[in-house]
């Protein structure tokens, strides 16, 4: 079991800076990559930026060279530094866990969700 707590969401304005945090507890070991999503209304969630466990990260290209996911390993913690925010930006912003579960027989992958925290960008 993966537990996920995000914070730090808010509302900021245009140009502005926010910083969302992951926190992953439980069995974190098995984690294999985490995940920034995100859905504005009347759209589909979409995958913002992601981070491996050895550390590879990848992004959407609308937030490329705005947005960075980096982790802390220590603490269990993940971030998402956005800058530059624009009003597109607006969403819920959730993170996403994919781990492994099941046996050494039985494997397979599950994804944990947290709750999601408010972005909003105002012009």
């Known amino acids: 079991q993966v537990q996920l707590v995000e914070s730090g969401g808010g509302l900021v304005q245009a140009g502005g800076s926010l910083r969302l945090s992951c926190a992953a507890s439980?069995?974190?070991?098995?984690?294999?990559?985490i995940g920034w999503y995100r859905q504005a209304p009347g759209k589909q969630r979409e995958l913002v930026a992601a981070?491996?466990?050895?550390?590879?990260?990848n992004y959407a290209d609308s937030v490329k060279g705005r947005f960075t996911i980096s982790r802390d390993n220590a603490k269990n913690t993940v971030y998402l530094q956005m800058n530059s925010l624009k009003p597109e930006d607006t969403a819920v912003y959730y993170c996403?866990?994919?781990?492994?579960?099941?046996?050494?027989?039985?494997?397979?992958?599950?994804?944990?969700w947290g709750q999601g925290t408010q972005v909003t960008v105002s012009s």
């Open positions: 439980g069995s974190t070991f098995s984690i294999n990559a």
């Open positions: 996403n866990a994919e781990a492994d579960s099941g046996s050494y027989y039985s494997r397979f992958l599950v994804d944990y």
């Open positions: 981070i491996s466990s050895g550390g590879s990260t």
